[in-house]
């Protein structure tokens, strides 16, 4: 079993022409449990071997009114982390397209924290087979005044997989005319899958406009019979379906070409 932080330090690092980043160097940290919720349906034992390696989070900054966005492509190694603190200056923006699509565990963690004006979207999707645990977990913090926060994410499970959502997004007492919703949305192809979504609001402000909601299904009937009604093998039909649930996570990506391929590939895997 292998495991690596996604994507080079470059790679990391990258951002618009302007922005600031600094990274921060991992250091060992102690072993997480299932009683901390943020880790409570974590794969603590595929986690335990690597853990040095990425028990300090990544240390993302991007300055006033300055712009950054990132795709965050899966690895081949069966464990796959990603642990980042994003801090967004006044009016700053931050825009990130994530997939999760690891064969034992993959986990995707961020915290964000938004100064007055700023703006932040996060666009990920777990897509799991087998016995793989996947999660995305956030915690988005409002700190000034008219902030601006969107998450949409999307699971595909197939197997005995698990897919989780851990998200919360705080806003602060001072964070008037935040506006912060949470879409989360999964599908389960089996009986044995699992969906985990747990969007969270904490708001202490009075002017505000935030909203989550959570949703599991499976494929509908109709649908599958309608296309299948057109000439599609019923595999063909499923993934065509399932692309439709996930690819427009990727629509507004300045470069989505790897992250579209890479998503049709793991979503070819689940419909077999």
């Known amino acids: 079993m292998t495991a690596r ?4 330090p470059d790679e990391r690092l990258k951002t618009a022409p302007g922005s600031f980043v600094g990274a921060s160097a991992p250091h060992a940290g102690s072993f997480p449990t299932r009683r901390q919720e943020e880790w409570r349906y974590a794969d603590l034992d595929a986690l335990r071997p690597v853990w040095e390696q990425f028990a300090e989070p990544v240390t993302l900054t991007v300055g006033a009114g300055e712009t950054l966005e990132e795709v965050w492509l899966p690895v081949a190694d069966d ?4 642990r980042v603190r ?12 994530a997939l999760n699509t690891a064969p034992v565990y ?4 961020l915290e964000v924290s938004l100064a007055e004006g700023a703006e932040f979207e996060l666009f990920g999707a777990n897509i799991g087979t087998g016995l793989s645990t996947n999660e995305i977990v956030t915690n988005v913090r409002h700190v000034g005044a008219g902030g601006r926060s969107r998450q949409t994410i999307r699971s595909v499970l197939n197997g005995k997989a698990v897919g ?18 949470q879409s989360v949305k999964a599908m389960l192809l089996d009986r044995g899958a699992t969906a985990n979504c747990k969007p969270e609001l904490e708001i202490f402000a009075d002017d505000v406009k935030c909203a989550h909601g959570a949703t599991v299904g499976e494929l509908d009937a109709m649908q599958l019979f309608y296309a299948e009604s057109r000439g599609l093998d019923p595999m063909s039909a499923r993934a065509l379906l399932l692309e439709g649930f996930v690819m427009g996570l990727w629509d507004r990506a300045t470069d989505g070409d790897a992250i579209c391929t890479a998503a049709r590939d793991a979503l070819q895997k689940v419909v077999v």
């Open 86 to 97: 994003l801090a967004l200056g006044e009016g700053a923006c931050a825009r990130i397209f």
């Open 79 to 82: 464990v796959q982390l990603r």
């Open 164 to 181: 989780s959502y851990l998200g919360k997004v705080e806003v602060a007492r001072g964070a008037q005319q935040t506006d912060a919703e």
């Open 5 to 8: 932080l996604a994507g080079s």
């Open 106 to 109: 993959g986990r995707m963690e």
